[in-house]
């Protein structure tokens, strides 16, 4: 081992090593943050594809549906809810069967929603980023 190749060897895995390991940490900085959405306050309209999920109690079983956009910034003092961009899922609570039954023709397919109340989500067991407790279709004309 006090042969002159093994320093040789020994100084060449020290600079591949600090070669390999300089452009992956490079890569990490050259990234840049991402950016809030933009914001979303009631009466704006929330465009995005809309899921059922499940959810609700046993014993009544509330339709739950769910809007996946891009990230929107929530009013004061809710924010970002936590996150770097703001959420960019919505739970969409219904208040009546009629509202479950409209957005029912929806699933699957884009949808377009005029917020009238919104807030980050605050139960452990909700599956969205954000709860839009008020709200209406807006249909195209």
Known sequence: ???PRFGKRSCFVFMMAAALAA???WAQQAEPAPKPGKPINAGDVLSGELNA???GKKSKRAATYQITSEPR???PPNGLC???TGPET???????DAQAAQL???????ISVKVDEVACAQDAGQMSEAVITKWSV???H
């Open 53 to 55: 999920m499940k959810g």
């Open 90 to 96: 919505f739970q969409l609570v219904t208040s009546s």
């Open 82 to 84: 936590n996150l770097e």
């Open 138 to 140: 807006v249909t195209k």
């Open 104 to 110: 029912k023709n929806f699933i699957g397919k884009e």
């Open 23 to 25: 452009p992956s940490a």
């Open 1 to 3: 081992m006090t042969k």
């Open 73 to 75: 910034r929530l009013p």
